[in-house]
C-alpha cells in the first residue's frame, strides 16, 4: 500500500516569508502532482513532475521531485496571503487504473 | 473548454438509503476516476472508469458502485449509507493516453444522518 506523508499539516506564517511544504513516501511514484484546494471546491492541478530531480517553478513556487522519485518538496519565496489555502501531493500510481495517491494535505495560511 | 462539473452539490440522506452522484468530465477526456474526502484529509480513491468500464478500484465496499456512459460522464452510487460516508466526493477526469494529469469537479458534499 502506497502512503504519502505530508508535512507540516499546519502552517502559519507572515506575509513575505518563505516556506517549504514537503511530501515524503517510501514507495516510487510514476509522478507526482502538487494541488491546491479552495474550502468547498474541488482540487486544482499545479504541477506535474514525472523525471527523478526534475525542478519546475510556476512564479514564486518551486516544485521538485526526489532522485529516487519518492519524495517532493514545494517551496514558496515570500509568501502572499493570496497563497492561503490546502496544498496537497498526489502520486501517481498504475495498477490497471492509474489512480492518485494523497497526502494528508498542509493547510498553509499567510498572515498580512 | 469545459470543466468538470458535479451534481448535485450538496445531498443530505438518512443511514440506510442509496445515492446517485453525478459527474461530466472535461471536453476530450474519456477517464472518469471518483474519489471520497473525509473531512481534514486527503482523497481516497474509490475507482476509475474507461470505455465504459471499471478499470481499478481502491479499498471500498460493492455498495460503491459506478457507471459511465457514452458521452463519458459518470455516476457513482452508494448503497446502504452509513454514517461514515459522510464526506466530499470528487470526480476527476483524465485522458488515458499516457498523461498523469486527472482535473477535478468541485465535488458533491454527502451528509449521512
Known amino acids: 500500500t502506497q502512503l504519502l506523508e505530508q508535512s507540516p499539516q499546519f502552517l502559519s506564517i507572515q506575509e513575505g516569508e518563505n516556506l517549504t511544504v514537503y511530501c515524503n513516501s517510501s514507495?516510487?511514484?510514476?509522478?507526482l502532482q502538487w494541488y491546491r484546494q479552495e474550502p468547498g471546491e474541488g482540487p486544482v492541478l499545479l504541477v506535474t513532475?514525472?523525471?527523478?530531480?526534475e525542478v519546475k517553478k510556476l512564479k514564486r513556487l518551486t516544485f521538485q521531485f526526489g532522485d529516487a522519485r519518492k519524495d517532493s518538496s514545494l517551496h514558496i519565496t515570500a509568501a502572499q496571503p493570496g497563497d492561503t489555502g490546502l496544498y496537497l501531493c498526489?502520486?501517481?500510481?498504475?495498477?490497471?487504473?492509474?489512480?492518485?495517491?494523497f497526502g494528508q494535505g498542509t493547510r498553509l495560511t499567510i498572515n498580512p | 473548454e469545459t470543466g468538470v462539473t458535479q451534481s448535485p452539490t450538496h445531498l443530505i440522506k438518512t443511514r440506510g438509503q442509496q445515492v446517485t452522484l453525478r459527474c461530466s468530465s472535461q471536453s476530450g477526456h474519456n477517464t472518469v476516476s471518483w474519489y471520497q474526502q473525509a473531512l481534514g484529509q486527503g482523497p481516497q480513491f474509490i475507482f476509475q472508469?474507461?470505455?465504459?468500464?471499471?478499470?481499478g478500484r481502491g479499498n471500498f465496499p460493492p455498495r460503491f458502485s459506478g457507471l459511465q456512459f457514452p458521452n463519458y460522464s459518470s455516476e457513482l452510487n452508494v448503497n446502504a449509507l452509513e454514517l461514515d460516508d459522510s464526506a466530499l466526493y470528487l470526480c476527476a477526469s483524465s485522458l488515458a493516453s499516457g498523461r498523469y494529469e486527472q482535473y477535478f469537479g468541485p465535488g458533491t458534499r454527502l451528509t449521512v444522518t
Open positions: 498526489a502520486g501517481g500510481v498504475i495498477q490497471g487504473a492509474q489512480k492518485l495517491v
Open positions: 472508469y474507461y470505455r465504459e468500464e471499471e478499470n
Open positions: 513532475v514525472v523525471t527523478g530531480g
Open positions: 514507495s516510487v511514484f510514476s509522478s
